[in-house]
């Protein structure tokens, strides 16, 4: 099958490419959304570095709202992201500024933004409990993210999984989170 | 209420996951706060409950942006590689526009023909300028094999969702780009064949020739140079043409250019470091390969067809024959085209 034209998509067009977890459309985002966001971070005591991850971090937490419904679509889905990209570069400047008070950028451009919505764990938390994901096989690893991450009914993910019916889909989703929290305690243990 | 009858009251997981996923009614919420303030085991429960949950959602993230940059990757990797075709073209179409600039005769064949063992001229139908050749049907095969496979871009299609191609087909996310990653190495690997074949064709020198210039793989290494520097330009394609001809018009380039003859038979050395084994030898009986000659007033193009992978067989061998002042005769794995100046034919047999 050939690759998808990306070209010239409105914002709706998107969303909808999104919300059926097409991934090309990852990359139309990343294209749409690199100028403006290039321009803001570098702008702001940033790299261009700076501003690809930034950018990576933004098109993701983008994907994660439309996903899970808490995207309304009010404004453009690039307003949207710069948004998104104002608030992730403001956490890292204030992050880098705690690290180094001394070498503190001035991040007043965008010190009227809230904090991103990103995982409140710290690295090395985050990091054991990846380990102990991984471990899972990977049913147990597609039907958690499914339901915590994806925030799709039991039903939904009984058709998608197989499953015979929502009770089974849910008995196996119990038995997935207790091996997840019997993996987490072995790595404790370890 | 006892602890223990608390305890049973929170471990019910479903009250908890609809807290977590913030789909709890706010009646259900109140109850489930006013107690979790007098439970400290059970907030205790709730804590774990929310880093588990908050480290499966920050894992899927990560999940996704491993697939994006994947994505990126892909679609630089597979930039680069239509650069590099683009640049082996442009090795072709200038080493031979060599033989069109006006005012320069070729030299003599520096071999007699007794020295070459050859047939006769073969005959020519004059065909239209632009000339599509049939692919050998092992060249056909691996192409439409080829076009069966995905791109990169095509895959998740298929895969819609970022969690779904585990559960359904059993293929785990980061395998999203692996196949269409595979394709394009293997026809990086096999441009980078196709690059040795146009370079050492064009910048061999026949033994006993006496007309080297001061480096036989000129041409190869500027391909290398100038693909870098198109990379790192984005859009460098024409600067790197422009300098491509610039350089070839030099007196001496030209002179290697000029006098190509015999067969090159290849190694897997890279680039700019092997060195071409000539040998004189007809091959007969060989595979068609899919050419498309196209001539204009002072340049011949012959582009070689990126959408069909080229036969093994075919990368073994090239020919550049030279049989007079009127035309050029290009051998590329046993098929032999005629390209006659200024006549706007090219013609397969």
Known sequence: MAAKV??????SDIVQSVRRGEKEALLDLFDRNRKPVVTLVTRNGGSTDDAEDVLHESVVIF???????????????????????????????????????????????????????????????????????????????????LFYWENLAMEEIARLMGF??????????????????????????? | MSESNQMHWVENDEILDRYLRGAI???????????????????????????????????????????????????SLRRRVTYRWLAAAATIVLAVAVWYIPGEPPPPPVLSESAFEKGPEPAVDEKPAEVMMQPPPEATGRAADDRQKETPAAAPAELPVAGREDAR???????????????????????????????????????????????????????????????????GMAAFRDDLKSRMKKKSERQIISDPSGIVSLSQEPIGRA???????????EQLLPVRV??????????LYPETLWPESVLQRVTVDRSGPDSIFLRIGGQQLRLPRHTGAAVGQ
């Open chain 1, 6 to 11: 990306l070209f010239l998509r409105t914002d």
């Open chain 1, 63 to 145: 994907w994660e709202k439309v996903r899970d419904g808490s995207f309304e679509q009010r404004a453009a889905v690039g307003t949207f992201i710069y948004g998104i990209a104002k608030r992730v570069w403001l956490q890292r400047l204030s992050r880098r500024r705690r690290e180094s008070p001394d070498d503190g950028q001035s991040d007043e451009a965008v010190s009227d933004a809230p904090a991103p919505d990103e995982t409140l764990l710290a690295d090395e938390e985050k990091s054991r409990i990846h380990a102990a994901i991984k471990k899972l096989e990977r049913t147990c690893r597609s039907l958690l993210i």
């Open chain 1, 164 to 190: 015979a019916n929502a009770q089974t889909a849910k008995a196996k989703k119990y038995q997935c989170k207790e091996k997840l929290r019997r993996l987490m305690q072995e790595n404790d243990n370890v």
């Open chain 2, 25 to 75: 009614s706010d009646l259900e919420r109140a109850r489930l706060e006013r107690h979790l303030a007098d439970c400290p085991s059970c907030t205790q429960r709730l804590s774990e409950e929310r880093r588990t949950v908050e480290g499966i959602r920050s894992y899927a993230r990560e999940d996704l942006r491993d697939d994006l940059r994947r994505l990126l990757e892909t679609r």
């Open chain 2, 169 to 235: 087909g059993g293929i785990a996310s980061k395998d999203v780009t692996a196949g269409a990653e595979e394709r394009v190495e293997q026809e990086d690997a096999m441009l980078g064949r196709a690059v040795d074949v146009a370079g050492r064709a064009a910048s061999t020198v026949p033994a006993g020739a006496g007309q080297a210039g001061p480096d036989s793989w000129t041409i190869a290494t500027l391909i290398d140079e100038s693909d870098a520097r198109a990379e790192e330009a984005g859009e």
């Open chain 2, 275 to 285: 060195r071409a084994d000539m040998q004189r030898r007809t091959v007969p009986g």
């Open chain 2, 294 to 303: 196209r001539e204009t007033a002072d340049t011949l193009y012959i582009t």
